[in-house]
C-alpha cells in the first residue's frame, strides 16, 4: 500500500505524460471516492439506523487518546476531499 500511495503521489506531480494523465483522473477517482463514501455511510444508516464506525486505534498518546473511531467509508469521504484540494491546486497552477 505504501509503494501505491509514494507512485501515485510521484506521478501526480509530474510534468510529464504520468502527470498529465493523472491531473484527468483525478477528480474523476475523488469524484468515485465521495460518492462510494456517501454510498457506504447511507447504506449503514438505512440498514442499521446509525453509520458504524468499527475501525478504533489506541494511539499511546495523551492528547490522541482514545483516537476517533471511523470507518472505511468516512476514510474514503476524507480522502475524496484531500484530492478534490490536489486536482484543484494542481489546475490553478497550470493556468
Request: aromatic letters at 14%; proline letters at 5%; charged letters at 15%.
Amino acid at each position: 500500500m505504501k509503494i501505491f500511495i509514494s507512485v501515485f503521489c510521484f506521478s501526480l506531480f509530474q510534468p510529464d505524460k504520468c502527470g498529465e494523465r493523472m491531473k484527468k483522473i483525478l477528480p474523476y477517482l475523488a469524484g468515485a471516492l465521495l460518492f462510494s463514501g456517501v454510498l457506504g455511510n447511507l447504506t449503514d444508516r438505512l440498514l442499521h439506523g446509525a453509520v458504524i464506525d468499527f475501525l478504533s486505534f489506541d494511539l499511546h498518546i495523551p492528547f490522541a487518546n482514545p483516537w476517533p473511531s471511523f470507518n472505511v467509508a468516512d476514510s474514503c469521504i476524507c480522502i475524496a476531499a484531500v484530492l478534490f484540494v490536489a486536482a484543484s491546486w494542481k489546475n490553478d497552477n497550470a493556468k
